[in-house]
């Protein structure tokens, strides 16, 4: 079986660069053997839960560094199996409302062992403080920024916003309440551009205009966490990790939402008085 190529799903510009040279090549690389043996992706997303827990495992004993490498691996290969889960679903026509809140909680659950393991670690007050506040703050950074991610692969293509499959399961449905919050807020852009004579056109300059807060927020995903996570162990100090959360990447998520908004209030007032103008010629000519 050849290799499949990159299925184009995600736009290289704003791709974190680990997994654009990294993380997804091996995915790609692993693909056909689990379609030849028919493991399908909600069970690569397991497997990925699997290889989270042994990362914490190893970071639970953060003062020995080869435990530390050890830690880096296998956090390495869960970042493969998050990758490969959507690769098998997206190959095999198997995507659904459950797998993809699967995806995600598989995701909050490999942290939520990793804080909870290096806050046992530690054994202090000051770290399980830390800890939790990280991980509330991690878990509003990582679904906004996702949301943010998905509105700006659907945009650039020209697409209207897509509702997710409805669900009855109270997670899923929770899950898609607060990845989808921001799209409250953003829906006047995706109007004004399914009124553009050419949406695809109005997604392209979208697109170049968006590719700043964009590219900052790809510090928000977690490759940039398990590789956060790693220095900080290596440093004897998993509570820098946990500081990085709560301060940096909490401006950085911020910073990027604003920016990203004041982006497409550009392009509103840019299409208003296009719109404007080409209202005035056309009276002026008849």
Known sequence: MTIPPP?????????DPTNLWIIHPAGRRLLPWFLARGISANAVSVLGLILGALAAAAYANWSSWPFVF????????????????????????????????LDGMCDHGVFALLYLV?????????????AV???????????LYESERARFHRRVRGLAPTPPAPSRNPLVQLYDFVAGSVDRIAF????AMLRAPDPAAFGRAYAVR???????MRLLTANARVAAIFLACLAADPRLFWWFEIVPLTAVLIAGLA???????R??????????????SHIQRT
């Open 118 to 130: 290096l806050a046992f670690s530690i054994g202090t007050s000051e770290g399980w403080s830390l």
């Open 70 to 101: 050890l830690g880096l691996l296998f956090s390495t290969g869960w970042l493969i199996a998050d990758g490969l889960d959507g690769m098998v679903a997206r190959a095999t026509g198997t995507s659904s409302a459950l797998g993809r809140a």
């Open 188 to 191: 006047r852009l995706d109007a």
């Open 133 to 143: 506040a990280a991980g509330v703050l991690h878990a509003v950074q990582s679904n």
């Open 7 to 15: 299925d184009g799903s995600r736009d290289r510009r704003i791709e």
């Open 259 to 265: 920016w990203h908004r004041i982006v497409e209030f």
């Open 267 to 280: 392009l509103l007032r840019s299409a208003g008085a296009a719109s404007s103008q080409s209202s005035q």
């Open 210 to 216: 968006a590719l700043g807060p964009m590219r900052l």
